[in-house]
């Protein structure tokens, strides 16, 4: 589904991305994790077209990002509160993202039903504008907007940031939803581990724009992440502090 | 304490993004300045012998009896503009500081506003020429004093009445009834006020009085900040209740419609765009300065064409201008959405051209001073429709300037706005038409002028198709450097 190559993003001197090869299948749920400038939102930008590669390029089912605009219809995101139109209520804010992506405002009326649970009831009919809303709960409708209109890829950057844990609880169900049953590509950017690793199926590590392991999520996996981010400078370290504790 | 808030103040003002422009805009900023503070000084020292000149008695009596319209046009003008000194607490609650001192600097910031010094340039000349054309010095002194107590009364009623909409309006509306009054010689205010300013000069002792409202005034502001030091409190953002409107009738035109929605929405929600609008309609009388001889330049023949593209193209100018600006804060949402850019600037463009056709209709008042005064406004019209709202569109891919829509801060003009791309590009805006007028005029007749500029317009609508390929490119091309440049907020 998504294809990255040679991808490097450089800003003067500063290399601050560069993946040789990333391929994401199809339907996977797709965990980011990296320590602040590992470079998760440049990856999600480019992925976005919001900025341009220095060398390479990411193809997004068959779709040359960077030079095309056909993936548009099939990928959506939601990466912080510039995502977010903050005049509008949620209600208008749906319709509108509903419209761009061809559906009918009973097709969006039915989708944010769905989502009532995930609401709590503080999102809808609340007479009040989106930039008036708490920030979690901006997060909450900006994050239910992303799944308007059945997108084939989802761009979550840090989702579980600012929300609360009964809405978290909810998100990992929806997320793990998203990919089993609609055969979705979910890519989840997080700070938190334990989170990424209860719903990703594969989790990447990211440091300082290189791609640093590429593990298929097990019961192990938390593990060996608390143990890499516990001394994430040194990778050999951390390895070594793991044999010694055997 | 006092040098940590004068620092913050210091980098604040010397690192804000919109300080770091170029240095041949910060010259020609300085040149606009330096103009503004020389016409001041000239109405400052001219004022005197131009009411000495005209006959209207005693200069200082003069001005006294306007004094209470400078006032209130003074509170008008603040309470649309200046900033309030709330902004920057909430970083201070949580330190060491004790509240007082937090309120007592925000006020103080408020007091070297330019609102309040800015008046310096006219009063302190006009109170020279008063000491030398010999008028009584202990009379002026105070004079002038009291009016700066009271320019620094006017900064604290704007702190204090800010945000309440409910109380300005109203009083604001019955100034101006009370000055539609004196001009048909109803009732005259100035009868009542008047004496005190003159008072002011004649018994010197007066100037107390003033002083003593700017302390009680500045103290109730104190107070008043004090007790809502609170985020949920005074330093809470005001919320309005949402309204829902069903704007479903623009479905038809499809995703344009959609954005035509949105943009509605935009202007009636966000204050900065409602200024843009409010602005707009007062552009409609613009062209009564043109041939009713109220500015001698205006009554050419080839600036009526120059009225003419004012008046049907105020919004064009005011809002048309800051496409896509006014979509900065969600930029990067537009530019990943399910958008193809060609609609995106459609809809901008028809919502420029609806507009313009409002306005031409508004202005048909002017067929009250014949039909040529109207023919302009058309013709400016079809000029504006055809050719400068694809020259706006254009210019809108170099501004890049992130514009804080609920802010009305930077509304009459910023910085970032002036290029020297945007300058160029307003040539053909204004300049060229006159120019193809002209040249009808003076080697034709003037209805070959007003044909000829209709028909460049028309000539542009005809192009449309591959005018909008061109700015569509451009705006690709631009769209990184674009979405960059908003995420440095302002």
Redesign the interface.
């Known amino acids: 589904m998504i294809k990255a190559q040679n991808l490097t993003k450089t800003y003067g001197t500063a290399t601050v991305l560069n993946i040789e090869n990333l391929e994401i299948p199809k339907g996977q749920c797709f965990g980011l994790v990296g320590n602040n400038g590992a470079g998760k939102t440049t990856f999600f930008s480019l992925l ?5 590669p220095t060398t390479g390029h990411i193809i997004n089912n068959d779709v040359q990002v960077d030079s095309s ?1 056909a993936w ?2 099939f ?3 939601f ?2 509160e ?8 949620p ?2 804010y749906f319709y ?2 509903g ?4 559906q009918n405002k009973a097709d969006v009326d039915a989708l944010i039903h769905s989502f009532e649970d995930f609401f709590h009831g503080e999102i809808l009919n ?4 989106l ?2 809303l708490s920030k979690g709960n901006q997060k909450k409708a900006g994050i239910v907007a992303s799944f308007i ?1 059945s997108p084939e890829v989802v761009i979550l950057d840090e989702p579980f940031a600012n929300l609360d844990p009964t809405t978290q609880i909810r998100l990992k169900g929806i997320i793990k939803n998203l990919a089993a049953n609609q055969n979705t590509t979910v890519l989840v950017s997080s700070h938190d581990l334990s989170h990424v690793t209860e719903v990703c199926e594969r989790i990447v590590v990211l440091d300082k724009g290189n791609l640093i392991k590429d593990i298929k999520t097990s019961a192990a996996t938390l593990k060996e992440l608390e143990i890499f981010f516990s001394g994430a400078e040194a990778p050999d370290a951390a390895v070594a502090v793991f044999e010694d504790e055997e | 304490m006092l040098k940590h808030f004068l620092s913050l103040q210091w980098k604040s003002f010397f690192r804000s993004a919109s300080f770091k422009t170029n240095l041949a805009l910060k010259i020609l900023m300085g040149f606009f300045a330096l103009y503004f503070i020389v016409a001041f000084l000239f109405m400052g020292v001219g004022a005197y012998y131009l009411i000495e000149k005209a006959e209207m008695g005693d200069p200082l009596q003069v001005v006294n009896k306007y004094m209470i319209y400078l006032f209130v046009l003074d509170l008008l003008i603040r309470y649309m503009i200046q900033k309030m000194p709330i902004t920057n607490i909430k970083p201070l609650l949580y330190l060491p500081l004790k509240k007082g001192q937090v309120v007592h600097y925000s006020l103080g910031k408020t007091i070297a506003s330019f609102f309040n010094w800015g008046y310096a340039f006219f009063f302190l000349p006009f109170s020279i020429v008063l000491l030398i054309e010999g008028y009584n010095p202990l009379g002026v002194v105070a004079w002038h004093f009291g009016i700066f107590a009271l320019i620094y009364c006017s900064n604290f009623i704007n702190v204090l009445v800010n945000n309440k909409d409910s109380v300005f309006y109203p009083v604001i509306a019955v100034f101006i009834a009370l000055g539609a009054c004196q001009y048909f010689g109803v009732f005259d205010i100035t009868n009542y006020t008047a004496p005190f300013f003159n008072g002011l000069y004649n018994a010197p002792w007066m100037v107390a009085l003033p002083w003593i409202a700017v302390v009680g005034l500045y103290f109730a502001a104190f107070n008043y900040f004090k007790k809502n030091m609170y985020l949920d409190a005074g330093l809470k ?1 005001k ?6 409107e069903d704007l479903s009738f623009l479905n038809r035109f499809g ?1 344009t419609g ?1 954005f035509l ?2 943009d509605i ?2 202007i009636k ?2 204050k900065r765009p409602k200024t843009a609008g409010l602005m707009s309609f007062l552009f409609l009388f613009y062209g009564l300065l043109f041939g009713s001889g109220a500015v001698e330049v205006y009554d050419g023949p080839i600036w009526q064409i120059f009225g003419g593209i004012f008046v049907s193209g105020g919004f064009l100018f005011t809002f048309g201008q800051f496409v896509p600006s006014w979509d900065s ?5 537009m ?7 060609r609609d995106y600037i459609t809809s901008k463009w028809y919502l420029i051209v609806i507009a313009t056709v409002i306005s031409t209709v508004l202005a048909s008042f002017y067929l009250f001073f014949g039909i040529n005064a109207y023919l302009a406004v058309l013709v400016g019209a079809i000029y504006n429709i055809g050719v400068n709202s694809h020259l706006v569109l254009l210019g809108g891919a170099f501004i890049k300037m992130p514009i804080d ?2 802010s009305n801060k930077k509304a009459f003009g910023d910085k970032q706005a002036f290029n020297m791309k945007t300058m160029l590009l307003s040539l053909p805006k204004l300049v060229l038409p006159m120019l193809i007028f002209a040249a009808g005029y003076y080697f034709v007749n003037a209805t070959t002028g007003y044909i000829l500029v209709a028909a460049a317009g028309i000539l542009g609508m005809a192009f449309r198709n591959i005018v909008f390929d061109k700015i569509e490119k451009i705006y690709k091309k631009e769209k ?1 450097k674009t ?2 440049a908003y ?1 440095q907020k302002a």
């Open positions: 976005l077209d919001l900025i341009q605009e548009k219809p990928t959506s995101a990466i912080d510039s995502f977010l139109i903050g005049y509008l209520t209600e208008e509108f993202i419209e761009l992506r061809g609340q007479k009040k504008y930039r008036d209109g | 953002g919320q309005t209740v949402a309204r829902t995703n959609t929605k949105n929405k935009l929600r966000n804060a969600y930029y990067q949402l530019m990943s959405q399910n958008i193809k850019y829509l609920t990184y979405i960059h995420k």
